[in-house]
């Protein structure tokens, strides 16, 4: 099935890279590769020298979420579901809405 959807993209694109090596994630092994995914992210960010660097160890974890996800038994079009809720949600954000508080973008507590 050809897309023009990039988040469907990469997912069938995982999804076959894992089918061509007859290869099914399990959930120990792909929480293995994401954490250690995540940890050669945050070093190269924190590096911070190599922005191609950092983006390609970004897309590696991207990616693995995808290997995690299928372990874990969650579909395409769920995945694809929630990251359309979140940008949503996103979207509405306002700084009327949320502030900036320890690093993340919270609600504000009503008044």
């Known amino acids: 099935m050809t897309t023009t959807d990039p988040l469907r993209q990469l997912i069938d694109s995982t999804l076959a890279f894992y089918e061509r090596f007859d290869y099914v ?34 897309a590696d974890v991207i990616v693995t979420v995808v290997g995690l996800c299928a372990a874990a038994g969650v579909e395409r079009e769920r995945i694809i579901e929630q990251i359309y809720a979140v940008i949503a949600k996103n979207d509405a954000k306002t700084h009327a809405t949320h502030v900036v508080l320890d690093g993340k973008i919270r609600r504000r507590q009503p008044r």
């Open 25 to 58: 994630p399990e959930l120990e092994g792909a929480t293995r590769v994401f954490q250690e995914e995540v940890r050669e992210l945050i070093e190269a960010a924190h590096d911070g020298q190599d922005k191609n660097h950092i983006a390609e160890e970004a």
